[in-house]
């Protein structure tokens, strides 16, 4: 019971990793708090299952296009609504929850509700870790967001694009002086988020259905995650959902499933109590800001 | 020697990251003082005073003013103590008028406890020590947004909100930059007359030659160090501030 | 030939409000209309409408004392994306009290709304050492993670909620206290901010270390707003328990933190004006789409986009500045 314990509780942090990278790294290196996450996590994975059910094209297919769909809509969100209220905190924050909000409104007026949305598994096989079974969809989980974070570093460290996103996360500023172009770095950084939210949908979703309030709960997750973790540290993000994974798990195997949610609200809180800018927040509180 | 001194900073140090901002700087300031802290850019001038003022967390090293230990302690509660101090960079709030900027500083606990319990009229008070440093009150420029105000009204109004707080040691950081030559011209009269009232002063100075007139003593900063300390004439001579100044010689 | 826009104020504008030398009936009415109209509207109102509008009244008046609590800590730099967390505490701390304790809803009112904002308070108190996004983020959060707490451990009434609630005894009591309540908030509230203590409210905003180097404690004054705030949103909440004599997970719904942001975002931030004025165009609006259903939540949506991106003022100062400017079309010299 302990070894299965803990391997899902280390499925469950892998999830939670998956749901809150894109949300962070958007953060991190443009310091948009993109609010639509949650909605653009489920409109790929309903626009994956249109592509599949409606239209026939082949599932892998049909993922990869909802990936660049997702990442173009991030973009344009960009380039035709935050662009013009950049660095205007207040109006960032209600901009990108409006377009979630409407979003996700309108798949639940459109009528996808219900057990029929759901997206296929990608191999329908299960194994035996120890005397624990799991599912091939898990493993595959567990494969793809360490292969995501490996590209996210290589890319980050080594790529001329990784770079300037980290110049730009580091001092805007400075960045704009050496011809980095502000508004084309932070246009991608939102694209690149709303990426990794698809591709977050694409392996995540076929453990379950497709509902339009999983929405809202990526986005809890993320937030959850991104405020113990602290915002923009992508370090932060892997300590706090494994933090929360296994508080979750452990909760859930030993005290009750409806523990759950308490435990993440007490450890979101208990974490502001003691250190407010998250475990590894790059925010500090107010000095070194002057 | 006898007289304790108001200010004293022992060893104060602060990294950033790896980086030695202020590396140990000690000095003592006396009542009645004008401290210059010169030195070239970069050279931890104002992270020094942060320090004392409490909007960075040293690394280590003491401040202590009047006998007790304020390393460390809030900005506001310096404040209260008696030390107020400026900004750079003036950020005013730009649509109000100038004296309804005051107001902020004027609403102080400080204020307050050294009215005897009461504020008073505070725009009233505003209005009058607008005028002191130099808002002329015939022309009504106090009444203007501050968004209007000329770069050397914006540094008065910064000067003012300092004054309205009644310190014991007030510390002007880079006072005359961006100024011009006129207009440093006409606030020196007010610091020498802030002196004159037996304020204690330190001023983080670029504008050697005005600083030189009102200063009693200057230090010298350079990489976080302190390279001299000492009255004006005699500190420039020193070959380490030449060095600092000129750059190295190698 | 180029050519702006050059706006002027009002002569009247200017005698009556800065130098009240108010010296005829025209320059005198200039200056109340603006404030009697809307209150003798808001209080005849009751009194021309049917039973069915009533009730969509008081709803108007709630979602207005929420969005007036939403823009009090807006204007002091907190962008709260949980206005349901203080509906719901206070709706809750009412429920309880009456529920458990059977006491009366006179009683419960208040102390909900003292109670429920300490609560608030408490919860929210971590955040406020933080700048930026975290207090959007923490306020987003917990009462959606309250919700399901409350299914989860079916705590008060769990999934049920409780019902069975008195009721103030008589629905003009109910109508006048909460009309009452928006006119005081709305004109109490924009006095406030205009004193030197709302001036420092705002000051926290622009430039916190400003008032930090006053020697003002600024978490202090950022406490005392976000009391404020949450209190009035506990009151809101309070006076909604006993009005449908229910209180459940609903209150926590998203509903009540979307709508006052919008009410807000439409009517206009930064003058309480155009939070009631946003709440009276939203909610009638929001009853008059019930056809659409599901819709209407999405309506919300793409408003917040429009008036954020389109028009940040919102109505209220479009309106206000045609009240008391007049503009031409001036030449650009050279």
Same mark, same amino acid.
């Given at each position: 019971m302990l070894l299965g314990t803990i391997v899902y509780a280390i499925i469950n942090s892998v999830i939670l990793i998956m749901m809150s990278i894109g949300f962070n790294l958007t953060f991190g290196i443009?310091?948009?708090?993109?609010?639509a996450y949650g909605a653009l996590y489920i409109f790929s994975a309903f626009s994956t299952y249109m592509l599949l059910?409606?239209?026939?094209?082949?599932y892998p297919v049909a993922a990869l296009v909802s990936i660049v769909l997702t990442a173009a809509i991030g973009a344009l969100m960009y380039r035709f609504i935050l662009m013009r209220v950049r660095g205007q905190v207040l109006s960032e924050v209600i901009a990108t929850f409006g377009i979630g909000l409407a979003i996700l409104e309108f798949f639940r007026y459109l009528g996808?509700?219900?057990?029929?949305?759901a997206l296929p598994v990608f191999i329908d096989d299960s194994f035996m870790i120890g005397e624990v079974y799991v599912d091939a969809q898990r493993l595959i989980i567990v494969a793809s967001s360490v292969v995501l974070v490996g590209l996210l570093w290589l890319f980050v460290h080594y790529t001329s694009v990784g770079l300037a996103f980290r110049g730009i996360a580091q001092d805007e500023r400075t960045a704009l002086t050496f011809g980095m172009d502000s508004d084309w770095i932070a246009t991608l950084s939102v694209s690149l988020g709303a990426a990794l939210a698809a591709i977050a949908a694409t392996v995540i979703i076929p453990l379950g259905t497709i509902s339009v309030s999983q929405g809202y709960d990526v986005l809890i997750n993320a937030l959850a995650v991104s405020i113990i973790g602290g915002l923009g540290s992508t370090g932060g993000v892997i300590v706090a959902s494994l933090v929360v994974g296994f508080a979750q798990r452990f909760t859930d195997t030993y005290?009750?499933?409806?523990?759950t949610m308490i435990v993440s609200l007490a450890a979101i809180l208990l974490v502001l109590v003691i250190k407010p800018s998250g475990l590894y927040g790059k925010q500090k509180e107010l000095e070194e800001r002057i | 020697m006898s007289e304790t001194p108001l200010l004293e900073v022992k060893g104060l140090t602060k990294s950033f990251g790896g980086v030695?901002?202020?590396?140990?700087i000690s000095f003592t300031l006396n009542k009645g003082d004008l401290l210059g802290i010169i030195g070239p850019n970069g050279s931890g001038k104002t992270t020094t005073v942060n320090l004392i003022s409490g909007f960075v967390k040293a690394t280590s090293g003491r401040v202590i003013f009047k006998g007790r230990?304020?390393?460390?302690?809030?900005p506001y509660k310096i404040v209260r103590l008696g030390i107020a101090r400026t900004f750079q960079m003036v950020k005013p709030?730009?649509?109000?008028p100038a004296f309804k900027n005051m107001i902020i500083p004027l609403y102080s606990p400080r204020v307050k406890a050294l009215a005897g319990g009461k504020y008073g009229d505070r725009d009233a008070v505003a209005l009058d020590l607008l005028e002191e440093v130099g808002f002329e009150r015939d022309n009504q420029?106090?009444?203007?947004?501050?968004?209007?105000?000329p770069q050397g009204y914006l540094k008065r109004l910064e000067l003012a909100k300092a004054i309205s707080l009644q310190p014991d040691i007030m510390i002007l950081d880079?006072?005359?930059?961006?100024?011009s030559l006129a207009e440093v011209a006409s606030i020196v009269p007010i610091i020498e007359k802030l002196l004159l009232e037996g304020k204690t002063i330190i001023m983080i100075e670029h504008r050697l030659k005005e600083l030189f007139r009102i200063a009693s003593r200057v230090i010298v900063l350079n990489f976080g160090e302190k390279i001299a300390d000492g009255v004006a004439k005699e500190v420039m001579e020193s070959d380490e501030v030449k060095k600092a100044y000129l750059g190295s010689e190698e | 030939m180029k050519k702006r826009k050059e706006r002027i104020d009002r002569g009247i504008k200017v005698r009556s =409000?800065?130098?009240?030398?108010?010296?005829s009936w025209r320059e005198m009415l200039y200056f109340a209309a603006p404030r009697v109209i809307p209150v003798a509207v808001f209080i005849l109102l009751p009194l021309v409408l049917g039973d069915y509008w009533q009730r969509v009244y008081l709803s108007v008046a709630v979602f207005a004392l929420l969005a007036i609590s939403w823009d009090i800590l807006s204007q002091s730099g907190m962008i709260s994306l949980g206005q349901a967390l203080f509906f719901g505490m206070g709706a809750y701390c009412s429920g309880v009290l009456n529920h458990?304790?059977?006491?009366s809803p006179f009683l419960t009112i208040p102390i909900a709304a003292v109670v429920g904002g300490a609560i608030c308070t408490v919860m929210l108190l971590p955040v406020l050492r933080l700048r930026g996004v975290y207090f959007s983020m923490v306020t987003l959060i917990i009462p959606l993670m309250l919700e399901r707490v409350i299914e989860a451990t079916?705590?008060?009434?769990?999934?049920?909620?409780?019902?069975g609630l008195d009721v103030l005894p008589s629905k003009w009591l109910e109508m006048y206290i909460l009309v009452a309540a928006m006119i005081a908030a709305l004109f109490g509230f924009r006095r406030m901010m205009t004193s030197d203590y709302g001036l420092v409210l705002t000051g926290i905003k622009d430039n916190d270390r400003s008032v930090m180097n006053a020697g003002i404690n600024i978490y202090w004054f950022k406490i005392q707003a976000l009391f404020i705030a949450s209190a009035v949103g506990a009151f809101a909440g309070a006076m909604m328990t006993h009005v449908y004599r229910f209180v459940g997970?609903?209150?926590?719904?998203?509903d009540y933190s979307i709508l006052p942001i919008a009410a807000v975002m439409v009517g206009g931030p930064g003058s309480f004006a155009g939070a009631v004025l946003g709440a009276f165009i939203l909610v009638p609006l929001s009853e008059a789409l019930r056809a659409l259903g599901g819709l209407r939540i999405v309506f919300y949506g793409v408003f917040l986009v429009v008036f954020v991106v389109g028009?940040? =003022?919102?109505?209220f100062h479009f309106i206000a500045r045609k009240y008391s400017q007049f503009e031409r079309w001036a030449e650009v010299d050279k």
């Open positions: 443009s310091g948009i708090s993109n609010f059910q409606m239209v026939g094209l082949p996808f509700v219900g057990v029929e949305y005290i009750g499933s409806h523990w | 030695q901002a202020v590396n140990g230990d304020i390393t460390n302690m809030p709030f730009y649509q109000l420029v106090a009444y203007k947004a501050a968004s209007v105000l880079e006072l005359f930059s961006g100024l | =409000e800065d130098i009240f030398a108010l010296s458990y304790f059977g006491i079916k705590i008060f009434g769990g999934t049920e909620g409780l019902s997970m609903p209150v926590f719904a998203l028009m940040p =003022e919102g109505i």
